[in-house]
């Protein structure tokens, strides 16, 4: 089994920074790409960022010149380093993990969510 840990949400202020980690633990064979996805309330859910195996990059155009996506494969960990920071910004942030399968080829695993509030 695979489980994914997402931490480092909270309370900011407009203008402040955050630094989201997600870790994945388990049967782990490879990794194809991990990323972050956000939730606003009323709102789908939206890709942010994602890095794959490659360690190519992708991010929404909202995010783009201020967060950062990383990742520690030793850890099987990624990062969102998220600098100035505006209210739209205020969702429920969730960890994806698209990870390599014997069986299946590839699997998708997610994240519980952790809440990042930016106040005006």
């Known amino acids: 089994q695979v489980q994914l840990v997402e931490s480092g949400g909270g309370l900011v202020q407009a203008g402040g920074s955050l630094r989201l980690s997600c870790a994945a633990s388990?049967?782990?064979?490879?990794?194809?790409?991990m990323g972050w996805y956000r939730q606003a309330p009323g709102k789908q859910r939206e890709l942010v960022a994602i890095?794959?195996?490659?360690?190519?990059?992708n991010y929404a155009d909202s995010v783009k010149g201020r967060f950062t996506i990383s990742r520690d494969n030793a850890k099987n960990s990624v990062y969102l380093q998220m600098n100035s920071l505006k209210p739209e910004d205020t969702a429920v942030y969730y960890c994806?993990?698209?990870?390599?399968?014997?069986?299946?080829?590839?699997?998708?695993?997610w994240g519980q969510g952790t809440q990042v509030t930016v106040s005006s």
């Open positions: 388990g049967s782990i064979r490879g990794i194809n790409a």
């Open positions: 890095i794959t195996s490659g360690s190519s990059t």
């Open positions: 994806n993990a698209n990870l390599r399968s014997i069986v299946v080829g590839s699997l998708d695993y």
